[in-house]
């Protein structure tokens, strides 16, 4: 038993008489020893600490329950003052506004600007409307948060994951510098407000939208037309999640997960596509471990398994013209340019033969080797792709859709181009010592060992909407080998993705380690191209690794960083030691966070919804686990 006064014996039960002894930690809590100040600083009893307010509000109107991100911050109070002002000054000042946006709307030279200006005019009326026309009253909220810690360090560091926390919830922290001790004041149980303090962070806002924040509202997730995935951890409450819905932060339905082998990653993968599935969504799983393949023999799901390292019926014929979007300037981020992609169309009219051509530079460089793929190669290469398309009646301007598997030139056939070019005695030593070079390149692609994976009309075909591209045996070949059907298969698949918008497709890749190349970054240049693009077909990424450490070599960076940054939907589990130290830096992880990490407990982690961050505890019915079988973690 825990007492704050009394006497207690050696087996904790308090005594009567004698002199009171006293909890010094709770009573330090109740009473502080000391209060102290400086400019920046407020301390209280044994804990050094900050007092700022919120001085930058989400631009868009505020969503139920905005208020509970800023309320459950470890470490941190939050004060929160409403004061109720004159509704007719507030739509005079709002009027005033109106005023200044419409003129800078005038002078806006850009379209882009205009249209985020008539969206600031109408939610303004929007709000006049509900205060002159509805009478809402209205008010001005300011909401301070003072951050605390035993030790400054630590202190700084809590500063600034909650920092990034409230990023997350679009608003920004103002250090209340020179303004601490009437900070306070104020956030003190028996403070009084400080209108200097307040003018720093206050906004105005009708009541409705505060009462709306549900400042003790338990975070979970309850999307319209979702499914249960599981609960928070440590509150209980449901997650029911639909990753193609759309709102201001979720803008994409791409996935992230990474996790220790054991830490439950497989179960969590496995009921999210099988969700989905039953929902009507397509899925592709590229299965390197075949993890995948007990749950699509499943006769409630009798999905297809095709094997992809030399089975009769998973072979996918390099040369075969697939159709793939184009990448146009419409297309670009900031920054970026068209040769930041491997098919890009710079002329708005480029064929679709042109396209995949620059597709198989990729493929070939990937397969011969980089320190074989030099210019000489690399022109004799396409002098001869270029010909043999010509003998199968192939141009430029084929119009690829009514053209068969069987209407394509094979490896084979290439290989005889070369050859045959090799023989002409009209040729330059140098150029007949290129298509001797080139000849042997193909020659194992073209009549040797690989040429079962590759040499012939392309036979994937899959009769069902649930596709597993059986990798396992491709682990066994060489380096060159799997690094060019990686990629093959990725290129398949994002034409899955893409032909069709009415159906959401989601193509997942497993052991995304494998993808990481330091001196073939094509692979995951292709991932990250993928994951910026597949929203606008209706399609889904989901990436999954063992850490998020595995896609972050300098290398591959640059490609590994957009494709997390790319995925709306992050699910973050079990790790430990230097990978839980890196893993919490990257995403800003709070010590309860990390606490979670560390415990490695089976199915559960730190979800990232959008600007939502909820820890997570799957959880699969017993059926639902049996269907999942036996191969792979479960």
């Given amino acids: 038993m825990l007492t704050l006064f009394g006497k207690q014996d050696k087996n904790g039960n308090e005594q009567a008489g004698g002199q009171s002894s006293v909890n010094d930690h709770i009573l330090n809590i109740i009473a502080p020893a000391g209060i102290d100040y400086d400019s920046t600083h407020a ?78 005019i109408d939610d303004l009326q929007i709000l006049i409307k509900k205060i002159a026309v509805i009478k809402e009253p209205v008010g001005y909220v300011n909401i301070m948060l003072f951050i605390r810690h035993t030790d400054m360090k630590q202190l700084e560091d809590r500063i600034k994951r909650v920092s990034g926390a409230v990023a997350v919830a679009q608003c920004k922290l103002l250090n209340l510098k020179y303004k601490q001790l009437q900070a306070m004041k104020c956030i003190a149980p028996y403070g009084t407000p400080d209108r200097i303090v307040a003018q720093y962070g206050e906004r105005n806002m009708p009541i409705s939208t505060f009462l709306g924040g549900f400042p003790m509202a ?30 201001n932060d979720r803008v994409n339905s791409n996935w992230f997960i990474s996790g220790l082998p054991g830490s439950g990653k497989s179960t969590a993968i496995k009921k999210i596509l099988t969700c989905e599935y039953a929902f009507g969504a397509r899925v592709i799983i590229l299965d390197p471990e075949e993890e995948y393949v007990d749950l699509a023999d499943h006769p409630d799901i009798n999905g297809d398994v095709i094997d992809c390292a030399g089975g009769t019926s998973g072979r996918i014929n390099p040369l075969q013209v697939r159709y793939v979007p184009r990448i146009t300037e419409d297309d670009l981020s900031a920054g970026e340019n068209l040769k930041d992609y491997f098919i890009y169309d710079d002329s708005e009219g480029i064929s679709d033969l ?44 084929t119009e690829i859709a009514f053209l068969k598997p ?61 596709v597993v591209l059986n990798c396992s045996r491709l682990l066994e070949l060489d380096d060159n080998v799997k690094r060019a059907q990686f990629f093959n298969l990725t290129s398949w698949s994002w034409h899955e993705m893409s032909k069709d918008r009415s159906q959401r497709v989601i193509f997942n890749i497993d052991e995304g380690y494998l993808f990481v190349d330091p001196d073939y970054p094509d692979l995951m240049k292709f991932v990250r191209n993928v994951s910026k693009r597949d929203r606008k077909y209706e ?65 559960v982690g730190i979800l990232f919804a959008g600007s939502v961050r909820l820890d997570m505890r799957v959880e699969v019915s017993n059926e639902m686990l049996a269907m999942f079988g036996k191969r792979g973690g479960r």
Avoid at 93 to 113: H, M, Q
Avoid at 418 to 437: A, G
Avoid at 543 to 563: C, E, M, N, W, Y
């Fill in 354 to 397: 042109a396209l995949h051509i620059q597709n198989l530079r990729v493929f070939f460089k990937l397969y011969f080797g980089s320190d074989n793929f030099d210019a000489g190669i690399k022109t004799a290469l396409e002098e001869c792709l270029i010909e043999v398309y010509q003998d199968f009646n192939i141009t430029w301007d």
């Fill in 406 to 466: 069987e209407d394509y030139p094979i490896i084979r056939d290439l290989y005889n181009k070369v050859e045959e070019k090799s023989k002409n005695k009209d040729l330059s030593q140098y150029k007949q010592s290129v298509y001797d070079k080139l000849k042997d390149l193909l020659y194992s692609i073209a009549y040797g060992a690989d040429q079962f994976i590759w040499n012939g009309p392309t036979t994937i075909n899959p009769q069902s909407d649930y």
């Fill in 43 to 120: 301390n209280l009893g044994e804990n050094v600490g900050k007092i700022y307010c919120i001085s930058r509000y989400p631009a868009e109107n505020l969503d139920y329950g905005w208020l509970a991100a800023l309320c459950q911050l470890e470490g941190t109070i939050t004060s929160i003052e409403f004061r109720r002002t004159d509704a007719d000054n507030l739509v005079a000042v709002y009027n005033r506004k109106i005023g200044l946006l419409k003129g800078d709307r005038t002078s806006a030279k850009e379209e882009s600007e205009r249209q985020l200006l008539d969206k600031a």
């Fill in 218 to 247: 338990s975070a979970g997730i309850n999307d319209p037309d979702g499914y249960f995935l599981g609960r928070t951890s440590r509150t209980n409450r449901m997650i029911i999640l639909n990753q193609w819905m759309r709102n």
């Fill in 539 to 603: 399609a889904s990424l989901m990436f999954i690794t063992h850490s998020a450490v595995d896609i972050l070599d300098p290398a591959v960076k640059r490609f590994g960083q957009a494709i997390m940054d790319n995925s709306c939907y992050r699910f973050v589990m079990g790790t430990d030691g230097k990978n839980l130290q890196e893993t919490a830096a990257l995403f800003n992880l709070t010590e309860g966070e990390q606490t979670i990490l560390a415990s490695k407990s089976r199915g």
